[in-house]
């Protein structure tokens, strides 16, 4: 089956980390006829292609750039979130490693765009290969005069998921501590040093010069309604062939899991699969018809989120799989707000009692109320991310629940979930005291 | 390594990275990474060194430090060996992958070896999802590993140096 490729364009044979192969497959090109458009044009272009964020939220690029203040008298600065840490999700690493200068290339047509002069990318720690390969990549820019008067600064994360979330990046480049703001004032207004920033996730950026190229109108025509283009899917899980898989939005959940991704492995079946990554609602094998865009998705009850589609067989127990998240995101809590520093704790607590069978039909309901008192109750989405799929599991895997409090322990002996080491359960695990 | 090699040639070098920022604050990172990578872990003194650098507290930078996986505030192995257990890895096995490495390496996750060569631990989502498992060395990934692969990472880690 063809494969469109968008963002990937030219790395079909391999990775295109040097100059001259990028510019032998159209490289920089966008970037010239962008220059020479005036860049309310170019903010222009992005609102016509309908774009929307694919980091997670989804919040449309062409909007988000329109809001930037101006005549504040301040910088504006464009900043890209390479913090990709959501749990499935593995695509912005691809496009690190595999098209580097389309990354640096978005990144001058968007700073052109909102007339900035300071890009920072802010990659995560664990991403030292990408690192490397960008920052030549980045080397061979400024070697062939591309930049044009921009600085393009690579700042290294040093191990925080939370760091993703755009406020809480924002402290963690200005040297702090990775801990979200209250909004408002919203980036556009006050984001890095109290200035107005753009801040976008790699892929979107990396999609910038194909807008240039073939006009925003004509990208909005790719994929379906309100869900614009391609996206990289990111597959993972019990599936034969996990990767990362360039897709029109709104093809078929089927059709990622089984024509492309060639199905389950050893024959079982399939039990369940999270689309967006972890922190969105659980979809059961009947749903795996849903089309993958946002307003399927949504239809659903779940979400687009990263793209991240995680896929569950038939041996895994939902009661583990719920343990495994919360453990999740109570370790990477940054712990400001009370709901989520607390309440993650209360559902790591109450799922471990569940999983080992000691617990009583009313700590469903526990579990379910301390969810209900994370979701929406938090600065930061982190805690709505612990809550929303657990609820879910809940929700659509109750008899899971049930049979261990029915039957006084976990009826899934199969399960790969069983016992997995979380960091959180890790005794020796080393940042908290010092030696 | 107790100490830098060179003081004056550390604090030149984290000039250099603030340089690029408007607020040399937002060099704190880099500089703190660049003092574990000469102290081998960040001691007391390695905070100090890089507080001095950039005008902020000891105290500053440690709070910091804490919040971030990355930062070892007690010593570690020469090897760092990361298994990622977050759930798309753990489908496909990591529970395994990494007993097999506290198996062949002798230590429990979380642990260093007596010798100081080796440090485990488990770690969230490490980004490789659809070739699970990754396991990170001194944060070079391998992947996808398989419990069949450890016995001759572990040969391959002791008999480098």
């Known amino acids: ?435 | 390594m107790n100490t830098v090699e060179n003081p004056s040639d550390f604090r030149r070098q984290v000039a250099n990275i603030a340089s690029q920022y408007p607020d040399s604050r937002s060099a704190v990172l880099p500089a703190l990474r660049l003092a574990q990578e000469q102290y081998g872990h960040l001691t007391r003194e390695a905070f100090e060194e890089v507080a001095f650098a950039l005008d902020l507290t000891p105290a500053y930078c440690t709070g910091v430090a804490s919040f971030y996986d990355m930062f070892h505030l007690d010593p570690v192995g020469t090897q760092l060996v990361e298994v990622c257990t977050n759930v798309s890895c753990a489908l496909v096995g990591a529970q395994q992958v990494l007993e097999a490495f506290e198996s062949e390496l002798g230590i429990r996750a979380g642990e260093t070896s007596e010798d100081g060569r080796f440090t485990l631990r488990t770690v969230e989502c490490a980004g490789g999802c659809g070739w699970g498992t990754v396991v990170a060395v001194n944060h070079r990934y391998r992947e996808p590993v398989r419990v069949e692969d450890v016995p001759a990472i572990v040969e391959e880690l002791r008999s480098a140096d």
């Open chain 1, 1 to 435: 089956m063809p494969i469109e490729r968008f963002v990937l364009k030219g790395a079909e044979d391999g990775a295109l980390t040097q100059i001259d192969d990028y510019r032998a497959v159209g490289g920089f090109e966008s970037l010239a006829k962008a220059r020479a458009m005036e860049p309310a044009k170019i903010v222009d272009e992005l609102l016509a292609s309908n774009i929307r964020g694919r980091g997670g939220a989804g919040f449309p690029m062409g909007k988000k750039a329109s809001f930037l203040a101006k005549g504040t008298g301040k910088p504006t600065y464009l900043v890209v979130n390479a913090d990709e840490s959501e749990p499935g999700t593995f695509k912005d690493r691809e496009i690190m490693f595999l098209v580097p200068h389309r990354l640096i290339e978005g990144c001058l047509i968007a700073a052109h765009g909102i007339e900035s002069k300071n890009v920072f990318i802010y990659i995560r720690g664990e991403y030292l290969h990408e690192f490397e390969i960008l920052r030549a990549a980045l080397d061979q820019v400024r070697e062939a005069d591309l930049l044009d008067g921009v600085t393009i600064v690579l700042h290294r994360g040093a191990g925080a998921y939370i760091c993703g979330e755009e406020t809480a990046l924002l402290e963690s480049l200005e040297g702090k501590r990775g801990q979200p703001r209250s909004k408002p004032p919203f980036p556009a207004v006050q984001g890095l040093y109290a200035s107005p920033s753009l801040i976008n996730n790699v892929e979107t950026v990396a999609t910038v010069p194909l807008i240039i190229e073939m006009g925003g109108a004509k990208y909005a025509k790719e994929g379906v309604e309100n869900s614009a283009g391609t996206r990289l899917f990111s597959l993972s899980g019990n599936v034969v062939n996990g990767g990362n898989y360039e897709l029109p939005l709104g093809t078929p959940l089927r059709e990622l899991i089984y024509d492309i991704g060639g199905g389950i492995p050893d024959g079982r079946a399939l039990k369940a699969v999270i689309p967006g990554g972890s922190s969105v609602p659980v979809l059961t094998a009947d749903q795996v018809d849903t089309a993958l865009d946002f307003d399927s998705m949504a239809a659903a009850k779940t979400m687009l989120g990263s793209g991240a589609v995680i896929v569950i067989d038939d041996r895994c127990c939902m009661v583990q799989l719920g343990l495994r998240v919360a453990q999740f995101y109570m370790h990477e809590s940054c712990g400001k707000c009370t709901p989520c520093r607390e309440g993650t704790r209360w559902m790591v607590q109450i799922l471990e009692k569940i999983e080992d069978g000691r617990a009583e039909y009313e700590e469903l309901d526990l579990l379910l109320d301390v969810c209900d008192r994370i979701l929406g109750k938090c600065l930061c989405p982190l805690g709505d991310a612990a809550a929303m799929p657990v609820a879910s599991y809940v929700d659509r895997f109750r008899d899971d629940f049930r049979r261990h409090i029915d039957e006084g322990g976990c009826p899934f002996p199969d399960s790969p979930l069983d016992h997995v080491l979380a960091p959180v359960d890790q005794h020796a695990h080393d940042v908290h005291v010092l030696a």
